[in-house]
């Protein structure tokens, strides 16, 4: 059902716009979504990691005209991001002809990266869909199945894979290939040892307050160079910066991002962690299971919803704040791990400060029931579907 929605998303805003990108990590689909579309339509495609269709646009302009009754897919956009400018005068042409939405769909494996060479050429021109790994609302089955999602994370060739052992060897596999290939096409050079380092001591982290000082301190290089690696990370869609939430509630506020590796199964691969009975008695499970119903949450909520957390140096504390659209209202997340939780003092006050139209407590168990007064414990995919009926 995911999938068919997501294809009528792709469909419908190519009815919209000239240009439509998918924008995900590598590995979670993006081309095989994309293939699907072309089955409906007359289409052409071109994988820009292919020197052979790189060849093919080396007079760019001359080449895609002789497609303008076609959808064209460009595969790894990145490779090639000269050829935006070029997208914009043949997007302007085909609109003079009568021609205005339904050419170009774009796929790219870094957010910012792409944003940033879009937006130069393609603003008005462009609609963008973002692509996930697998979440709870796509896996179908039990709790079980969640737990093999949580261990596994939601690449599909991890989750997929038939066992434990080769799921975590293909996670390996798959860090390695971005530190070693894909890191040194959207970034300035950095050594793949410091880089790996980095992203194993964020795993390490999960879940804490960004101090980038005792992070550089670690890896022997500046405070602004860590920065600068982790804002990579974040524009490779690897790692989440979850911003404090801006309030004027008259107490002094943690303001420090907290960081999280996106994906629990390449958090659990860069810890070494190759199933759940070590996931169980590892000492980051607590913070792994935060992460990763973070990641389920947000890949649920409507577009536009506005994501933080909140923290005040006296200890009120919530999870994760969701700003929600269209008059939705605020609501206060909080997460546990294990089947009877537990409000903690640091909830209720922060309530208290921020007054949210809705507060949960998300846990491990499957039933939803009012836990305290005004407050609710609920499962990862009752919440997750709540927040898909509001999109």
């Known amino acids: 059902m995911i999938v068919r929605r997501l294809q009528q998303s792709i469909k419908d805003a190519l009815d919209r716009q000239a240009a439509v990108a998918i924008i995900g990590p590598r590995q979670v689909g993006k081309t095989t979504l994309a293939l699907a579309i072309a089955e409906q339509r007359e289409s052409i495609y071109l994988d820009l990691e292919s020197s052979q269709d790189r060849a093919k646009l080396s007079d760019p302009a001359l080449f895609l005209r002789m497609y303008e009754d076609r959808l064209v897919i460009l595969d790894e956009i990145h490779r090639m991001p000269e050829l935006f400018q070029t997208l914009r005068g043949l997007i302007d042409e085909g609109r003079r002809r009568g021609r205005r939405t339904g050419r170009f769909l774009i796929l790219g494996s870094a957010s910012i990266d792409l944003l940033r060479q879009s937006g130069e050429s393609l603003a008005g021109r462009i609609e963008?869909?973002?692509?996930?790994?697998?979440?709870?609302?796509?896996?179908?089955?039990?709790?079980?199945?969640?737990?093999?999602?949580?261990?596994?994370?939601?690449?599909?060739?991890?989750?997929?894979?038939?066992?434990?052992?080769?799921?975590?060897?293909?996670?390996?596999?798959?860090?390695?290939?971005?530190?070693?290939?894909?890191?040194?096409?959207?970034?300035?050079?950095?050594?793949?040892?410091?880089?790996?380092?980095?992203?194993?001591?964020?795993?390490?982290?999960?879940?804490?307050?960004?101090?980038?000082?005792?992070?550089a301190g670690g890896l022997s290089v500046s405070a602004p160079t860590v920065t600068g690696y982790i804002d990579l990370l974040v524009d490779l869609l690897l790692v989440r910066r979850l911003r404090s939430f801006a309030a004027n509630v008259g107490k002094r506020l943690v303001k420090s991002p907290r960081v999280y590796v996106r994906d629990s199964g390449i958090a659990h691969a860069l810890l070494g962690i190759r199933d759940f009975d070590e996931l169980a008695g590892h000492p980051i499970v607590g913070a792994s299971w935060e992460g990763f119903v973070i990641e389920n949450i947000l890949a649920a909520a409507p577009e536009d919803t506005m994501s933080s957390f909140y923290r005040t140096t006296g200890g009120a504390e919530i999870d994760l704040v969701l700003e929600l659209p269209a008059k939705n209202g605020l609501w206060a997340i909080e997460v546990k791990r294990g089947l009877a939780p537990k409000v903690e003092k640091g909830f209720h006050f922060a309530c208290e400060d921020l007054k949210p139209d809705r507060r949960f407590v998300v846990y491990s168990g499957s039933e939803h029931y009012p836990l305290a007064s005004g407050i609710e414990a609920i499962d990862l995919r009752s919440l997750a579907s709540l927040l898909a009926d509001l999109c």
Not at 173 to 202: C, H, K, N
């Open 128 to 215: 963008y869909i973002d692509l996930g790994p697998l979440d709870a609302l796509e896996v179908a089955g039990d709790q079980r199945d969640l737990v093999k999602l949580w261990l596994r994370g939601g690449f599909p060739d991890s989750f997929l894979a038939k066992n434990n052992s080769d799921s975590f060897k293909l996670r390996k596999s798959f860090i390695r290939t971005y530190l070693e290939r894909d890191v040194l096409q959207f970034g300035p050079r950095i050594p793949a040892e410091t880089l790996e380092r980095l992203w194993t001591m964020l795993a390490h982290n999960q879940g804490a307050q960004l101090n980038a000082l005792k992070l």
